[in-house]
């Protein structure tokens, strides 16, 4: 596709399941991030790919969040024994270069989470 | 300026006035920073950029000004318009620290006609 997809753009569950959360970068990006969006708040960094190197996991927020990147592309966010407070925007991004040369993420429009 | 509380400062700008959104960085190690712009229900839109060797960038309609004594970041916009309204953040990635964008709380932007 021609932007970053992301599924499901909405997802109800009730607390203590777990969740799966999709996102597909943009060919060709080897930069892929995950960050969560609380309501009226800003940015909450989770977890970076780049290429072929270990993800920096530094920002989420406890072990029942882990993400995955299969064959350099598509990749997963998962979120087990959900809680209230994982109820928030998650938003994917991707970027054709590392950060620090330029600063285009592409965003993708983010998956609503809601947890009963 | 930024809010560090749970409800984002707004700013109300009549149509066609210039408006000027600020943030205050937090790291002074910051070397590249970037303003995001984000409309309802969307995913935030990259806006224009700056590294630390510079202190302004202009871009269409917009400028970014970096004052690195006070890690002070503002974005102007020029005759502001209706489609302006939106939510914009700053961001910055810590020299060394590729690849973790910090971004700020977010400013509202109301365009008024």
Known sequence: GAGVSQSPSNKVTEKGKDVELRCDPISGHTALYWYRQSLGQGLEFLIYFQGNSAPDKSGLPSDRFSAERTGGSVSTLTIQRTQQEDSAVYLCASSQRVIDTTGELFFGEGSRLTVL | ?113
Not at chain 2, 2 to 23: K, M, R, Y
Not at chain 2, 48 to 73: A, E, P, Y
Request: net charge neutral; charged share 15%; proline share 4%.
């Open chain 2, 1 to 113: 300026g930024e809010s560090v509380g749970l409800h984002l400062p707004t700013l109300s700008v009549q149509e066609g006035d210039n408006s000027i959104i600020n943030c205050a960085y937090s790291n002074s190690a910051s070397d590249y920073f970037i303003w995001y712009k984000q409309e309802s229900g969307k995913g935030p839109q990259f806006i224009i950029d700056i590294r630390s060797n510079m202190d302004k960038r202009q871009g269409q309609r917009v400028t970014v000004l970096l004052n690195k004594t006070v890690k002070h970041l503002s974005l102007q916009i020029a005759a502001t318009q209706p489609g302006d309204s939106a939510v914009y953040f700053c961001a910055e990635n810590i020299a060394g620290n590729t690849g973790k964008l910090i971004f700020g709380q977010g400013t509202t932007l109301q365009v008024k006609p």
